[in-house]
């Protein structure tokens, strides 16, 4: 399996650079000028001409592309052109923050969509079969910006339950160590600010969770109706075993390959793809983090962006071939 790791990882650079250009390519091609976005449409000639040389606009692209790599070979992220800071600090809470959302999403959606889909399965063409799959139906056409108002109308305004926006109460701050706030409130042993964050965290987790918890459920169910018409099922069952020992026994650990390969690449969207949930619930992550830069054209933070996002994406399905071998013994990697 190491071998099989380090060849995967090895693979991992052309794929990243084949991911620099297609966004250096793409954020060029954006109209207006970065330079002109920063200094404001009354800014005279000159000095728009003095920012671009400073910022090394003026440099053909393809020169401009290579001093970025050569940067990046480095682990040099570069500098953001709105806030003058190096972007491999600034980018680290946004960063954490989507990371925080996105594990609390997808421990939702694997919690009740995994155990709605083997009900499911278990019960098929029952109430809870016909019931669970309408709503799963429904999780998935939801838009996610609707149903996070919704969630702040009823939740936070009427019934006054939960916040509705932010990480954590501004009236009493956290002392950040770690950036994830749930793992920082426990560190200090502050658990009131635990369950505070807690609390800030449900409802935008559960508006992002709920079309991957859909999609979880539906393959969760589709993947155990397979595994349950085997023949070493009705052995199990013929043995005299307890149904419930067959299902999550015998069936589920059979049933999870496919659902593993839905989980991560559920994780890995969730991390690029929660700029709505976190527009919404005014939540810091890095989607907010890389929207802002795109519209005052912050283009060294668009890049550095996505590439970290693209990174993460890449390991995580690199995880997910990994679990394979520990899910499925038959499975190994040489």
Do not use: C
Request: charged share 15%; net charge positive; proline share 4%.
């Amino acid at each position: 399996m190491l071998t099989y790791t380090i060849r995967r990882l090895l693979q991992l650079i052309p794929v990243l650079i084949g991911m620099t250009i297609i966004v250096f390519s793409i954020i060029h091609a954006i109209p207006g000028d970065p330079a002109e976005t920063i200094l404001g449409e009354k800014a005279s000639n000159e000095a728009v001409a003095a920012l671009r040389l400073e910022l090394g606009l003026d440099k053909p692209a393809y020169i401009q592309y290579f001093d970025y790599v050569k940067k990046l070979a480095t682990g040099d992220l570069g500098m953001s052109i709105r806030t003058k800071e190096a972007i491999s600090k600034e980018i680290f809470p946004y960063l954490a923050a989507t990371a925080e959302l996105t594990f609390a999403s997808i421990f939702i959606a694997v919690v009740v969509g995994v155990n709605a889909g083997i009900f499911s399965a278990w019960r098929q063409n029952s109430w809870f079969d016909y019931t669970s799959m309408l709503v799963a139906l429904a999780g998935v056409s939801m838009p996610v910006f609707w149903l996070g108002l919704m969630e702040q109308w009823v939740f936070a305004l009427k019934l006054q339950w939960l916040p509705s926006i932010g990480r954590m109460d501004a009236r009493e701050p956290l002392n950040a160590i770690t950036n994830l706030y749930l793992l920082d409130a426990m560190l200090a042993g502050r658990w009131d600010q635990l369950w505070t964050v807690i609390k800030h965290l449900i409802l935008p987790g559960i508006a992002l969770g709920t079309i991957p918890m859909a999609i979880i459920a539906r393959m969760t169910r589709a993947s155990m109706l397979e595994v349950l018409r085997s023949d070493y099922i009705r052995t199990a069952k013929a043995k005299g075993l307890s149904q419930f020992f067959v299902v999550y026994k015998h069936a589920l650990r059979n049933a999870l390959i496919p659902v593993t390969t839905v989980i991560g690449l559920q994780i890995g969207l969730l991390l690029g793809g929660a700029v709505l949930t976190e527009t919404i619930f005014a939540w810091p992550g890095i989607g907010r983090y890389i929207f802002d830069a795109i519209s005052s054209r912050d283009y060294p933070v668009i890049q550095s962006g996505i590439l970290v996002i693209a990174f993460i994406f890449v390991l995580i399905n690199l995880l997910v071939d990994l679990l394979y071998a520990k899910i499925d013994s038959r499975i190994s990697y040489k």
